[in-house]
């Protein structure tokens, strides 16, 4: 089955403990980026990548860092999470940017930081 | 910078009606725009991607369309069930491949 999956689906830490997000797809795509969604702000993007080795920032990147070693993977990584970044956050693929196809989301992961 | 908004944000309708939702976005220098569905708990799912030399998309129930020029997209949903009840999101994709999404309209469809 083709799809994004994203682990862990609930996360609840504490401030300035490190923790990685995993994501990943099984489509061959090439373009994966992540989001967070908070009430009444919509979904906004954080980091996206447009192929392996190939990252750039999104609208709100302060506090992520993100990796793309592999094609099907792209970790989110909260060095030293704060509550702010308490969120729910997505991940989503799509198969080529640049061709305008439409983009596949993963199931969310809910980040509590306290 | 691009802003989606999303009007209503929420909307309750009886079973069997037809209806509109809206979507408008700032700057009309968008490759395409997508529609999503959100049920709680649960992940985004695609339902029409119009491309910005496109004017509509059916799918089923759902028609979606574009004014590129006005900054404007309506999604139609006909014969409205209970099971659309669900959370309904556009999104816009713009310069440097980066995406913008309006709030969403929360739409409860009464049996």
């Known amino acids: 089955e083709a799809q994004v999956t994203q682990n862990p689906r609930y996360l609840i830490t504490v401030t300035g403990k490190k923790l990685t997000v995993t994501c990943s797809q099984n489509m061959n795509h090439e373009y994966m980026s992540w989001y967070r969604q908070d009430p009444g702000l919509g979904l906004r993007q954080i980091y996206y990548s447009m192929n392996v080795e190939v990252t750039d920032k999104g609208d709100v990147p302060e506090g992520y860092k993100v990796s793309r070693k592999e094609k099907r993977n792209f970790p989110l990584i909260l060095e030293s999470p704060s509550p702010n970044q308490t969120s729910l956050y997505f991940c989503?693929?799509?198969?080529?940017?640049?061709?305008?196809?439409?983009?596949?989301f993963g199931p969310g992961t809910r980040l509590t930081v306290t | 910078k691009q802003e989606v908004t999303q009007i209503p944000a929420a909307l309750s309708v009886p079973e069997g009606e037809n209806l509109v939702l809206n979507c408008s976005f700032t700057d009309s220098a968008i490759y395409n725009l997508q529609w999503f569905r959100q049920d709680p708990g649960k992940g985004l799912t695609s339902l029409l991607l119009?491309?910005?030399?496109?004017r509509e998309q059916t799918s089923g129930r759902l028609n979606a369309s574009l004014d590129k020029s006005s900054g404007r997209s309506t999604l139609y949903i006909a014969a409205s069930q209970p099971g659309d009840s669900a959370t309904y999101l556009c999104?816009?994709?713009?310069?440097?491949?980066?995406?913008?999404f309006g709030s969403g309209t929360k739409l409860n469809v009464k049996p």
């Open positions: 119009i491309q910005s030399s496109q």
């Open positions: 989503a693929s799509s198969r080529n940017i640049r061709a305008n196809y439409e983009q596949y």
């Open positions: 999104a816009v994709k713009a310069n440097f491949n980066k995406f913008y």
